[in-house]
């Protein structure tokens, strides 16, 4: 059996390389197709029913804001590119996805969400809470998700697979890109790319680490109600820097597991839903 992180870094080839899985190497029974519709990227991720990554597709988002649809039509079209993408590439039709919404949202906005999918030709299998769907790839029934994504942080306390807790603040990739705009006097394109260059890896990680300072203190603050959780998993893309583990660890006093590919593990995880057909 693969590990959670070998299964994270196959879906990264995938994505990355436009392949898939070949029919020989999947397990019989239907596809599965997870939706993740971010503030900063949208992910297609599809699964066979053993739950092993066959394909994969990302886009950047403009259309979403913490989980609330700001730009229908450029969603609801970035979707269905992606949809129609995936089945050139599989051969296959893709009938049925889940999607995931930022726990605590208004159920107004939740609806939205899967009226995305619906527009794009999909049937709705399930609209699931991200941290759940994280902690679901990570085969996680009890312990914190800490979800640094773009816009923001979102924390949650798991507890027998149900969430316990959950706490969203506005702190995310797009503050860190913020930060380095302003300290080097770059447009936040020119500091969003210099944030992924891994040449300029240590200069970027020396100015946003006040940032990560300040996410890790409200973390620490929200998991002070918690003693018991001594391990804490963080996910979503603003996390990728190396750094950002020690950071953490040293603030919240706790374990700090990281996966690999941490923007990938809530995509893979709405696809993991119950009862396929
Ligand atoms: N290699 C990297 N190094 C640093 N930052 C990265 C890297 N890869 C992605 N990011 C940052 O991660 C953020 C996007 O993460 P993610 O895709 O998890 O967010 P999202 O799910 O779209 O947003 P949200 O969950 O807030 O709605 C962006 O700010 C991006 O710049
Ligand atoms: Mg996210």
């Given at each position: 059996?693969?590990?959670?992180?070998?299964?994270?870094?196959?879906?990264?080839?995938?994505?990355?390389?436009?392949?898939?899985?070949?029919?020989?190497?999947?397990?019989?029974?239907?596809?599965?197709?997870?939706?993740?519709?971010?503030?900063?990227?949208?992910?297609?991720?599809?699964?066979?029913?053993?739950?092993?990554?066959?394909?994969?597709?990302?886009?950047?988002?403009?259309?979403?804001?913490?989980?609330?649809?700001?730009?229908?039509?450029?969603?609801?079209?970035?979707?269905?590119?992606?949809?129609?993408?995936?089945?050139?590439?599989?051969?296959?039709?893709?009938?049925?996805?889940?999607?995931?919404?930022?726990?605590?949202?208004?159920?107004?906005?939740?609806?939205?969400i899967g009226n995305v999918l619906e527009a794009a030709d999909f049937e709705l299998a399930e609209?699931?809470?991200?941290?759940?769907?994280?902690?679901?790839?990570?085969?996680?029934?009890?312990?914190?998700?800490?979800?640094?994504?773009?816009?923001?942080?979102?924390?949650?306390?798991?507890?027998?697979?149900?969430?316990?807790?959950?706490?969203?603040?506005?702190?995310?990739?797009?503050?860190?890109?913020?930060?380095?705009?302003?300290?080097?006097?770059?447009?936040?394109?020119?500091?969003?790319?210099?944030?992924?260059?891994?040449?300029?890896?240590?200069?970027?990680?020396?100015?946003?680490?006040?940032?990560?300072?300040?996410?890790?203190?409200?973390?620490?603050?929200?998991?002070?109600?918690?003693?018991?959780?001594?391990?804490?998993?963080?996910?979503?893309?603003?996390?990728?820097?190396?750094?950002?583990?020690?950071?953490?660890?040293?603030?919240?006093?706790?374990?700090?597991?990281?996966?690999?590919?941490?923007?990938?593990?809530?995509?893979?995880?709405?696809?993991?839903?119950?009862?396929?057909?």
């Open positions: 059996m693969p590990g959670i992180d070998d299964t994270l870094r196959a879906f990264g080839d995938l994505v990355r390389t436009g392949a898939i899985l070949p029919q020989e190497a999947r397990a019989q029974g239907p596809l599965r197709v997870g939706v993740d519709l971010g503030t900063a990227n949208l992910v297609l991720a599809v699964v066979d029913a053993a739950g092993q990554p066959v394909a994969g597709a990302t886009q950047r988002s403009g259309g979403i804001r913490d989980g609330i649809v700001v730009d229908w039509p450029a969603t609801v079209r970035a979707v269905r590119q992606m949809k129609a993408e995936l089945e050139a590439r599989l051969g296959q039709p893709l009938p049925r996805a889940a999607t995931a919404i930022p726990p605590g949202i208004h159920p107004g906005s939740s609806k939205a609209i699931i809470d991200e941290p759940v769907a994280a902690a679901r790839l990570l085969g996680l029934r009890d312990g914190a998700v800490v979800d640094v994504g773009g816009g923001t942080t979102g924390i949650s306390v798991l507890e027998g697979g149900k969430v316990l807790a959950s706490v969203d603040e506005a702190t995310g990739g797009t503050h860190m890109t913020l930060v380095l705009a302003g300290a080097m006097r770059l447009s936040l394109e020119a500091a969003e790319a210099m944030k992924h260059d891994p040449a300029q890896a240590g200069e970027v990680f020396a100015l946003v680490r006040p940032v990560v300072d300040k996410m890790a203190a409200i973390v620490a603050e929200v998991l002070a109600r918690f003693p018991r959780m001594d391990t804490v998993h963080v996910v979503g893309g603003a996390c990728s820097f190396e750094g950002f583990v020690p950071v953490f660890e040293k603030h919240l006093g706790r374990k700090v597991i990281k996966p690999a590919e941490p923007l990938l593990v809530t995509p893979l995880g709405i696809a993991l839903y119950e009862g396929a057909r």
